[in-house]
Structures are given as C-alpha cells and as structure tokens.
C-alpha cells in the first residue's frame, strides 16, 4: 500500500487499504455513506480519504469529517464507515 488507496476483497467483503499522512496504513469498507462510490479509487487527504465522486471525507475511524457539496450535511460527524485493525 502506497501513497493511493488500494481496493480488495476479503471474506466477501469490499475493503480500501490506505495509508494517512504518516505513514499509518487503515482498512475500511470500500463504499461512501453519501452515494456509495468505491473509496479506493479516491484519494488520501491528510488524516482521511476522500471520495472521488462528490469529495466526501472519511477519517480513520470511519467519521464522516465533511461533504463538500453540502455544508451542513447531516452526515457530517457521524461514524458511517465500518473500519477494521490493521
């Protein structure tokens, strides 16, 4: 896993491993919340990664951190993506 989002799947299940800004590597459910677009085919942002659809982002611990597209979006803050030890 390098610098971009890799896509796998396991035990049936559709996983995104990704590595944050230093270096740590996070495995979570391969789906955004907001349109259920592949985040492996996103990008890393920091601490998170990003949808490549509407640029939705999702923190390590599967919080939705924000959607750009809309401010105030009753996502936001809310832990929707499954997340796994790594």
Excluded at 10 to 30: C, F, P, S, T, Y
Excluded at 44 to 50: D, E, K, L, T
Aim: include cysteine.
């Amino acid at each position: 896993v390098g610098a971009k989002p890799v896509g796998i799947r396991r035990m049936g299940e559709k996983l995104v491993l990704w590595r944050d800004a230093g270096g740590v590597i996070h495995v979570q459910e391969d789906r955004c919340p907001h349109r259920g677009a592949p985040l492996s085919v996103g990008h890393v942002r920091g601490g998170g990664i990003a949808c490549w659809y509407h640029g939705v982002e999702i923190g390590a611990d599967g919080t939705v951190l924000s959607v750009p597209g809309e401010p105030g979006c009753s996502l936001e803050g809310k832990r929707l993506v499954k997340t796994y030890p790594a």
